[in-house]
């Protein structure tokens, strides 16, 4: 019997804010009992340690730098009515594949891959969709850092009341007990906890930042604690839709965020956050629950990033990849293979690799060479202590790079309200 399969996908969630992964604080009752009856991942990395780049490698199973809406480190709202920042209808995705093969397609929350009329989930393979096209949005005004109304039913914008975390949890649940018995693939892109700054509880902040949502002046751990916990609370509704319909033991579930954390995240003991190619920009959690294949309670170590799950979930539903877009993921599920991580970023000029426990980095000009099996914080620059090391991941990193398109001239760089730390090895 065909798998169903359930992402979710977190925004700028920092790689020790849940339970399971050392939070300080109780938010994540749900996903941490997610990770009890399955398998958790120590070395799960992004495609990018921005939105949108991530979500290119997550829609095609390949890397994010063949497109050139991938280069824009994220696509911004003035992008809209773009006839490039955008994903090319015509290039097959996981829920175009998925599509074809029989299953019904829904994305639930963020899109940020471009603006209609080129561009949408519903060019992209998804049937059903409900969310904000762009990236961050108020949770009660529904508008972007542009001050546009920006939620969507299909194709249509719609007006709906309430916190956009829970309109997003109750529409993806709903989802779920109507396709009892058939196979699907949910998308559940939560915008949480990615600023503005607001609770359940917080419709008067909301009103007080008006269109400013990108806003420095508001927001606590607190606050920031209470959005993971909401967001944990809609995921413990779709869980238990599962349930309700019989779909638990033959449903793949997968939980991750897009990059690192930002302002009040936890990356602890990772150096660095969002917009970083430090290990706290692009080292994020992963869980994954299947009861019809995956044993539960295991950690692993294994090396995998966003752009995996395509080749796995495909896999999974034993779906061929389109023969003429061969995918640059790897079925996580399959052989065991040695393979090599790549990243680059016009912010700052920044360049990185893993391979094995070794890390590569490049930070404008600034070369380092990190052993993450000892220090995971990267503070030991290896890069004179072993220089043969050091120029072997530098070389293959220059080899992957020659087989990249170059970063357009063009491409655009959004820094709306800035990282949380530029923070730089020493």
């Known amino acids: 019997m065909a798998p ?21 604080a109780p938010c994540s009752p749900n996903l941490d009992r997610l990770a009890a009856q399955g398998l958790r991942f120590t070395d799960g990395y992004a495609n990018s340690p921005v939105c949108s780049p991530t979500r290119f490698a997550l ?15 994220p696509i911004a709202s003035r992008a809209r009515g773009s006839e490039v920042l955008g994903l090319p209808p015509g290039h097959p995705t996981l829920a175009s594949l998925l599509r074809d093969a029989g299953y019904a397609t829904a ?84 915008t949480a906890p990615h600023w ?18 990108a806003h420095l002046d508001g927001g606590s751990v607190e606050t920031y604690f209470t959005m ?30 897009d990059n690192g954390g930002e302002r009040y995240s936890d990356n602890w003991p990772l150096e660095g956050g969002k917009m970083d190619l430090l290990e706290g920009g692009i080292r994020v959690p992963y869980i994954a629950r299947w009861p019809a294949r995956l044993p539960a309670g295991r950690t692993t170590g294994q090396l995998a990033i966003t752009m995996d799950w395509v080749a796995t979930f495909l896999a999974a539903a034993k779906v061929a990849p389109h023969p003429d877009y061969p995918l640059d993921g790897i079925d996580l599920l399959g052989k065991t293979q040695e393979r090599n991580l790549y990243w680059r970023m ?33 503070r030991a620059n290896y890069a004179k202590r072993n220089p ?38 020493s």
């Open 107 to 190: 994305l639930v929350g963020k899109w940020h891959l471009g603006f209609p009329p080129r561009f949408g989930p519903l060019k992209s393979g998804y049937q059903e969709y409900f969310g904000p096209l762009a990236g961050g949005v108020d949770y009660f005004s529904h508008c972007d850092s542009a001050g546009v109304h920006d939620l969507y039913e299909g194709e249509q914008e719609v007006e709906r009341r309430g916190y956009l975390t829970d309109l997003l949890s109750e529409r993806a649940a709903e989802f779920v007990k109507r396709h009892k018995g058939k196979p699907f693939l949910l998308s559940l892109h939560y």
């Open 196 to 213: 503005p700054w607001e609770t359940r509880a917080d419709e008067a902040e909301s009103k007080r930042i008006g269109a400013k949502i």
């Open 59 to 73: 829609a095609t199973g390949r890397w994010q730098y063949r497109l050139r809406g991938g280069a824009d480190e």
């Open 346 to 378: 016009k912010f700052r000029d920044q360049k990185a690799m893993r391979s094995g426990s070794w890390k590569y980095l490049s930070i404008e000009g600034n070369e380092f060479l990190f052993d993450l099996s000892r220090d995971a914080r990267e």
């Open 228 to 257: 993971i916990r909401q967001m944990d609370e809609g995921i413990g509704r779709v869980l238990a839709a599962l349930q309700d319909i019989g779909a638990t033991p033959n449903t793949f579930v997968v939980f991750t965020s």
């Open 388 to 425: 043969e090391k050091f120029v072997e991941l530098r070389e293959r990193y220059r080899e992957w790079e020659s087989t990249m398109p170059p970063i357009p001239g063009d491409a655009k760089v959004s820094l709306i309200a800035g990282p949380a730390d530029l923070a730089q090895p």
């Open 4 to 24: 169903n399969f359930v992402f979710i996908l977190a925004d700028d969630l920092g790689y020790a804010d849940l339970g399971c992964y050392g939070a300080r």
